[in-house]
T-cell receptor
Framework: DTAVSQTPKYLVTQMGNDKSIKCEQN?????MYWYKQDSKKFLKIMFS???????INETVPNRFSPKSPDKAHLNLHINSLELGDSAVYFC??????????????FGQGTRLTVV | GENVEQHPSTLSVQEGDSAVIKCTYS??????FPWYKQELGKRPQLIID?????GEKKDQRIAVTLNKTAKHFSLHITETQPEDSAVYFC???????????FGAGTTVTVRA
């Protein structure tokens, strides 16, 4: 009974392609996130959504477009993939914003490799 | 924005010894400080957190301390075991914030 699930787990694609990663949470949370973990393991926020509304866009190139069709889903579409986009992308959710002291639950990650 | 620094980047301890990881943050408005453990190839998972109105919190072999004045917080693991080997991340979040700012991580290796 996975709390935050994302698909696919692995994604290998060529430069210039467009790809999507899907995320779903069954915790009833209001807030969802996308984080990027680079090759040095650094975790950095990309986007935050609260009740389907974009709250944070952390200077991410506009080739990345998140979409939240409802509170339980937050998808990430990436256009014109570049080598530098290779990373592990984590979806996460929390009851409210983490500033309220609520735990963020992470999905299992999507390892994106651009060749 | 918030800047979180974490030290050391790697830590090797003998089984049964203690491990300490330290973090500093820059934004005095930050009020929530979680610690995540990430095993190889797995997701980050919360192991303990502390809020700014508390100076110390303990959960079995794990404890966290917070010094708001100095803007630093630390993770203490006692009686380390091989299964404690992982990457540990500290993080900070400000009130009304919708993101965690993470430290760069500490790779902990527990030698049997």
């Amino acid at each position: 009974d996975t709390a935050v699930s994302q698909t696919p787990k692995y994604l290998v694609t060529q430069m210039g392609n467009d790809k999507s990663i899907k995320c779903e949470q069954n915790l009833g949370h209001d807030t969802m996130y996308w984080y990027k973990q680079d090759s040095k393991k650094f975790l950095k926020i990309m986007f935050s959504y609260n009740n389907k509304e974009l709250i944070i866009n952390e200077t991410v190139p506009n080739r990345f477009s998140p979409k939240s069709p409802d509170k339980a889903h937050l998808n990430l579409h990436i256009n014109s993939l570049e080598l530098g986009d290779s990373a592990v992308y984590f979806c996460a959710s929390s009851q409210a914003g983490t500033g309220g002291g609520t735990e963020a639950f992470f999905g299992q990650g999507t390892r994106l490799t651009v060749v | 924005g918030e800047n979180v620094e974490q030290h050391p980047s790697t830590l090797s301890v003998q089984e049964g010894d203690s491990a300490v990881i330290k973090c500093t943050y820059s934004d005095s408005a930050s009020n929530y400080f979680p610690w995540y453990k990430q095993e190889l190839g797995k997701r980050p998972q919360l192991i303990i957190d502390i809020r700014s109105n508390v100076g110390e919190k303990k959960d079995q072999r794990i404890a966290v301390t917070l010094n708001k004045t100095a803007k630093h917080f630390s993770l203490h693991i006692t009686e380390t075991q091989p299964e404690d080997s992982a990457v540990y991340f500290c993080a900070a979040s400000g009130s009304n914030d919708y993101k965690l700012s993470f430290g760069a991580g500490t790779t902990v290796t527990v030698r049997a």
